[in-house]
């Protein structure tokens, strides 16, 4: 399975890619389709591979992000030690996703530091994006 490069996985060794794509199940969800909720237990990710992804919060349903972008993550609860979804993920059209079972992908991250540290180092980065992209426009 290939996808974009600028993705979660960019810069990484291409073992550690290869052994996360053989555990990732590809999955092809109709609009309207959740893929978690807020508050269930964070046991999986998923990347967006076409298609865009609603993440909201609350009763309301208030909006905090739309996955729209091929390698984009999806469920970043689970690589952060929180143990359940702080959003609802709904898909908005037919999308197209990997998704990874939370224990697998760790076995293969704690063998491999230095691949550990890139990974993280984009989550942060996509989690900054993120929380810069909520602020309002400053004059």
């Known amino acids: 399975m290939h996808f974009k490069q600028g993705d979660l996985f960019w ?3 291409k ?3 290869q052994e996360a794509m053989d555990i990732s199940e590809k999955l092809i ?14 046991d999986h990710f998923f990347i967006l591979l076409k298609g865009r992804v609603l993440l909201s919060q609350g009763k309301e349903g208030s909006t905090v992000h739309m996955a729209r972008h091929t390698g984009e ?7 952060t030690g929180r143990e359940s979804f702080s959003a609802t993920a709904t ?3 037919p999308t197209s996703l990997l998704k ?8 293969i991250l704690d063998k491999d530091s230095e691949d550990a540290a890139i990974l ?4 942060a980065e996509t989690l900054g994006e ?8 400053t004059v």
């Open 120 to 123: 993280y180092k984009r989550l």
């Open 91 to 93: 898909c908005q059209e």
């Open 11 to 13: 810069g990484m060794s």
């Open 15 to 17: 073992k550690f890619v």
């Open 73 to 79: 993550l999806i469920g970043w609860s689970t690589l």
């Open 100 to 107: 990874f079972e939370r224990d697998r992908f760790l076995e």
């Open 130 to 137: 993120r929380l810069l992209a909520l602020y309002p426009a």
């Open 29 to 42: 969800c109709d609009e309207g389709n959740s893929l978690f909720n807020e508050g269930d237990r964070a």
